[in-house]
């Protein structure tokens, strides 16, 4: 007796193995897309919690400098101040570098870190404007810009006017007035007044 096929004799048995081997390649497939997901899922949240962990710990730095501000402010510890407001200013600068280029895959954590460090550079412009009032030289030697309300001015040598303060002078080019003005230059150690400092112009 002669069959044409396997089929012939046991069709419902064929047809049951076929679907069964489908069903399996479907099953293998959902696992292997499942799997995938898993592993790019793993890598998502180990990347995103690196840099949210990162921008963490570099805030809780800002923080404790922050801290540390009240202690030397209160005795009047100016070098202190500068130097924490040095070292929060490069903290800062680390954070607004990770928040730019990185919490984008965190947006809630990103748009919150987005306005810390916007409070932090308003926090470190204010006790800067305080040092500098206070004890502007701890900051001879370097560039600086800032708000100054002269309480005289007086013609200088080479054409320069002299606007000064309590315990800075600023070299100008023209008669400032008595009104607060932005002022910017390099600044340096006063000869005459102890503990005095003189702003010259930019080079």
Request: aromatic share 12%; proline share 4%.
């Amino acid at each position: 007796m002669n069959f044409a096929s396997l089929q012939d004799l046991f069709p419902d048995v064929v047809t049951l193995k076929r679907l069964a081997s489908s069903s399996s390649v479907k099953v293998k497939l959902y696992a292997l897309r499942f799997s995938t997901l898993l592993k790019w899922t793993a890598v998502y949240l180990a990347c995103a919690g690196t840099f949210s962990f990162s921008a963490f710990i570099l805030e809780e730095g800002i923080q404790l400098l922050s801290f540390a501000q009240f202690s030397a402010s209160d005795t009047r510890q100016f070098h202190l101040m500068k130097a924490n407001l040095d070292l929060m200013e490069e903290i800062n600068g680390k954070l607004k570098f990770i928040n730019t280029y990185f919490m984008w895959m965190v947006p809630p954590q990103r748009m919150g870190y987005g306005y810390y460090t916007r409070a932090t550079d308003n926090y470190i412009a204010t006790l800067k404007a305080e040092v500098m009032a206070n004890d502007p030289s701890v900051y001879v030697g370097e560039r600086v810009s800032l708000l100054f309300a002269p309480k005289q001015v007086a013609a200088g040598q080479n054409g320069f006017w002299i606007a000064s303060n309590n315990n800075m002078k600023v070299l100008l080019a023209e008669n400032p007035g008595m009104g607060a003005i932005q002022v910017a230059g390099l600044l340096r150690a006063d000869p005459v007044v102890r503990g005095g400092v003189i702003l010259t112009p930019a080079e």
